[in-house]
């Protein structure tokens, strides 16, 4: 009787009065423990003196801010390279891997799955330590394989989705493959792609944090620095409540930039139905009235 009154989907049943009541029990439960978690965080950093002025007030010398910045600066730097770099070997890989010649697609399967399999930390160090390069080099080196590699998984996973029937009719229409590609499947595919496009630079943006581990002077080198030189009880909390929301803005900058590029795709005048003028009287077929 109770499936009959309510509609169904495919894939599960609407709930009824009493599953909406649990559902919102768990709800009110769940943001009561989550409050209390950060309530009983915020006392112990209250109880263990995180915000008297003693911690706080070297923050306030221009030595740590030019510190701070010039750290930021660097990570923005590694950041924006090793972007640009994934980007353009992530589409080269992927390239590759559509090809239709078989042994280049072998080889770009092979390096895709290498450099996946491979941790960023590993050819970080091997880069740095192996081939005797400098800090940044070593640093966008690992962050460009395995982003760009990743990358090529998304480009290529991208273009398969999108609809067989589009690359179909552009064949037929005397289109060469470059053409399908670049006027038919690579514009179609970018909306699908953007998430996760955007998603994995903010695994790079996260990752640049590995390059104190080589000596890069990125922003955490410069917090570790800032911290191991304060002669207070845990030093390294206020540096981390003062990096961590920096991070936290660039990687919600990021996924704010790729809601904006999506919103702009979707009001695109290419994108949007065209207008079709309304029919006149005329003549439809030659000859004599």
Same mark, same amino acid.
């Given at each position: 009787?109770?499936?009959?009154?309510?509609?169904?989907?495919?894939?599960?049943?609407?709930?009824?009065?009493?599953t909406?009541?649990?559902?919102?029990?768990?709800?009110?439960?769940?943001?009561?423990?989550?409050?209390?978690?950060?309530?009983?965080?915020?006392?112990l950093?209250?109880d263990?003196?995180?915000?008297?002025a003693?911690?706080?007030?070297p923050?306030?010398?221009?030595?740590?801010?030019?510190?701070?910045?010039?750290?930021?600066?660097?990570?923005?730097?590694?950041f =924006?390279?090793? =972007?640009?770099?994934?980007? $353009?070997?992530?589409?080269? +890989?992927?390239?590759? %891997?559509? !090809?239709?010649?078989?042994?280049?697609?072998?080889?770009?399967?092979?390096?895709?799955?290498?450099?996946?399999?491979?941790?960023?930390?590993?050819?970080i160090?091997?880069?740095?330590?192996?081939?005797?390069?400098q800090?940044l080099?070593?640093?966008?080196?690992?962050?460009?394989?395995?982003?760009?590699?990743?990358?090529? /998984?998304?480009?290529?996973?991208?273009v398969?989705?999108?609809?067989?029937?589009?690359? /179909?009719?552009?064949? =037929?229409?005397?289109?060469r493959?470059?053409?399908?590609?670049?006027?038919?499947?690579? &514009?179609?595919?970018? %909306?699908a792609?953007? &998430?996760?496009?955007? !998603?994995?630079?903010?695994?790079a943006?996260?990752?640049? !944090?590995?390059?104190?581990?080589?000596?890069y002077e990125?922003?955490?080198?410069?917090?570790? +620095?800032i911290?191991?030189?304060?002669?207070?009880?845990?030093?390294?909390?206020?540096?981390?409540?003062?990096?961590?929301?920096?991070?936290?803005g660039?990687?919600?900058?990021?996924?704010?930039?790729a809601?904006?590029?999506?919103?702009?795709?979707?009001r695109?005048?290419?994108? /949007?139905?065209?207008d079709? $003028? !309304?029919? /006149?009287?005329?003549?439809?077929?030659?000859?004599?009235?």
């Amino acid at each position: 009787m109770n499936a009959l009154s309510h509609e169904s989907t495919a894939l599960y049943d609407v709930p009824g009065p009493k599953t909406e009541r649990r559902h919102k029990l768990y709800g009110l439960l769940s943001t009561v423990i989550l409050l209390a978690l950060v309530g009983w965080l915020i006392y112990l950093l209250f109880d263990t003196g995180q915000f008297t002025a003693t911690k706080w007030t070297p923050f306030e010398y221009k030595g740590i801010q030019e510190l701070l910045l010039k750290g930021l600066g660097n990570t923005l730097k590694a950041f =924006a390279i090793s =972007a640009v770099l994934a980007l $353009a070997l992530g589409g080269l +890989l992927a390239m590759g %891997r559509l !090809s239709d010649h078989r042994p280049v697609r072998w080889l770009a399967t092979l390096l895709v799955e290498f450099f996946r399999a491979m941790p960023v930390l590993v050819m970080i160090f091997f880069v740095f330590v192996a081939l005797k390069v400098q800090p940044l080099p070593a640093l966008v080196t690992g962050l460009t394989l395995y982003n760009g590699s990743v990358l090529a /998984e998304v480009f290529r996973s991208g273009v398969n989705s999108v609809e067989r029937g589009q690359r /179909e009719a552009a064949y =037929a229409l005397g289109m060469r493959k470059t053409q399908v590609m670049t006027h038919v499947l690579v &514009p179609q595919a970018v %909306r699908a792609m953007l &998430p996760a496009i955007i !998603s994995q630079l903010v695994v790079a943006l996260k990752d640049t !944090s590995l390059g104190y581990l080589i000596t890069y002077e990125e922003f955490l080198h410069a917090g570790k +620095l800032i911290a191991s030189n304060l002669d207070y009880d845990l030093p390294f909390i206020p540096v981390v409540l003062v990096i961590s929301p920096i991070y936290i803005g660039m990687c919600m900058l990021l996924s704010w930039f790729a809601q904006w590029v999506s919103k702009r795709q979707r009001r695109n005048p290419k994108t /949007e139905a065209a207008d079709v $003028a !309304s029919a /006149e009287p005329g003549t439809l077929l030659p000859g004599p009235q």
